[in-house]
């Protein structure tokens, strides 16, 4: 397809951590860029989470020169601003998938250079997951949280929009919150520090793969599984597979392919038809239980 200055659109997606989730970013992009006729780059998938890493991979990404659109999921939400801005001023567009910068609100200054952030409503997720774990655990007893990072902005609201939904149960008290930086083996220590200083905790959640697999696995070490109840958040083959053997209790599936595939899509509206971008795209999201995890139309909201 020859769009944008009479020549074939290139768009880059530059993965910010190899898992399942961004794989599946990278699934709908391809399919959304075969759709569309678009040259997609895919930078590499880094092995470990952070700026410093993340950092060098985009500005190695916009130096190749042939980028009109680059997508990707910021590792910090103030460290990645000036680089971001940077590659913007060379002249390609910026779209932040799964993770945003500033505030997330692109629709004024000082940072509406972004043309979308295309990712699930975080808070309002940690907010429901609240609510149903809180129904788990007949609404009293003491909970624990195990995260990732206190400057990534989607873990950042999942822990907000959690401690928001607990906080209408008065008998449900919060007894901490740790963060393991993407450990899952950091995040079993922690749960299992935590379960030693608090043995009546009775429901965790992990706000990611990480911090989930390492909450069940320290439970099930501790003989606790099925007696402290797991709220997780991301569907992978893993967690979906802990579900079914009630290791774990709860999963939040958000739609990484989707996102993708509408980063994809809505810059070829941009530069094919000067379509206006909306500035915030919520793909939604879908809770696992055992109940429903075997319903044959619940299966494409597994990261496979």
């Not at 009479?6 to 759709?35: H, Q, R, S, V």
């Not at 697999?213 to 893993?238: E, F, H, M, P, R």
């Amino acid at each position: 397809m020859v769009g944008f200055a009479g020549k074939k659109l290139k768009f880059a997606w530059c993965p910010t951590i190899t898992d399942p989730f961004y794989f599946m970013i990278g699934k709908g992009a391809k399919a959304a860029a075969e759709k569309y006729g678009i040259d997609l780059f895919v930078s590499e998938y880094p092995k470990a989470w952070g700026p410093d890493i993340q950092i060098p991979i985009l500005k190695a990404v916009a130096a190749r020169g042939d980028i009109d659109l680059m997508f990707t999921g910021p590792a910090s939400k103030d460290a990645l601003i000036p680089v971001l801005k940077e590659i913007y001023d060379m002249g390609i567009e910026i779209i932040t998938v799964d993770t945003y910068i500033g505030d997330g609100d692109y629709t004024h200054p000082p940072i509406d250079f972004p043309l979308s952030f295309i990712g699930t409503d975080n808070f309002q997720g940690g907010v429901e997951v609240a609510h149903r774990l809180a129904k788990m655990i007949g609404e009293k007893g003491k909970v624990f949280i195990e995260t990732t990072n206190p400057d990534v902005s989607s873990v950042v609201e999942r822990v907000n929009g959690f401690k928001k939904g607990i906080a209408d149960y008065p008998n449900i008290e919060i007894v901490g919150v740790e963060y393991n930086l993407d450990s899952q083996e950091k995040a079993q220590a922690q749960v299992a520090a935590a379960l030693q200083a608090h043995p009546d905790i009775v429901g965790i959640f992990g706000t990611n793969l990480y911090s989930a697999q390492g909450a069940y696995q320290a439970v099930v070490n501790a003989g606790l599984t099925g007696v402290v109840k797991i709220a997780s958040w991301d569907a992978t083959v893993d967690l979906i597979n802990a579900l079914k053997a009630g290791k774990v209790d709860l999963v939040l599936a958000q739609r990484p392919y989707d996102m993708g595939y509408l980063a994809v899509e809505w810059g070829y509206k941009y530069f094919t038809q000067n379509a206006k971008v909306p500035k915030r795209i919520n793909p939604g999201f879908f809770f696992f239980t055992r109940e429903n995890v075997n319903d044959p139309e619940a299966q494409r909201f597994i990261y496979k």
